[in-house]
């Protein structure tokens, strides 16, 4: 089963996402912050990684960035989940890197159909 990092400071959102990713089999590391995340894929390997943006200490933006500038990590789909709904977020969602963006609130089969685009490429 694909092992993900799940970086959500939002206690809520993080087990919502775990409920959604566990019926599904994925092997799930949770990170409280934007740092926690980043020590956690220096330390381990990860199929995929899905980012909150706006969390303490580091951005989903900055982390996303740091992933895709590293040549350890750069090939590791991002998706990043976020409440920050405009079109200039996504863009810069993507600028920085992001395979995927869905935005909060979402339905799980939205989460689901971008973990599904990412782990095929």
């Known amino acids: 089963m694909p092992k993900v990092l799940v970086a959500e400071d939002s206690l809520?959102?993080?087990?919502?996402?775990?409920?959604?990713?566990?019926?599904?089999?994925?092997?799930?590391?949770?990170?409280?912050?934007?740092?926690?995340?980043?020590?956690?894929?220096?330390s381990d390997n990860f199929d995929l990684v899905?980012?909150?943006?706006?969390?303490?200490?580091?951005?989903?933006?900055?982390?996303?960035?740091?992933i895709k500038k590293n040549e350890k990590t750069k090939d590791i789909p991002v998706i990043l989940v976020t409440s920050k709904k405009e079109?200039?977020?996504?863009?810069?969602?993507?600028?920085?890197?992001?395979?995927?963006?869905?935005?909060?609130?979402?339905e799980p089969i939205d989460l689901l159909v971008a973990i599904r685009k990412c782990l095929k490429k």
């Not at 079109?87 to 920085?96: R, S």
Request: glycine letters at 8%; charged letters at 30%; aromatic letters at 12%.
């Open 87 to 106: 079109e200039a977020d996504k863009y810069w969602g993507k600028l920085q890197g992001a395979d995927e963006y869905v935005t909060k609130p979402f």
């Open 50 to 66: 899905i980012l909150d943006v706006v969390m303490p200490k580091k951005s989903g933006f900055q982390v996303c960035r740091e």
């Open 12 to 42: 809520t959102d993080a087990k919502y996402i775990e409920s959604i990713l566990s019926e599904q089999g994925y092997d799930i590391v949770f990170a409280r912050d934007g740092e926690e995340a980043e020590h956690i894929l220096n």
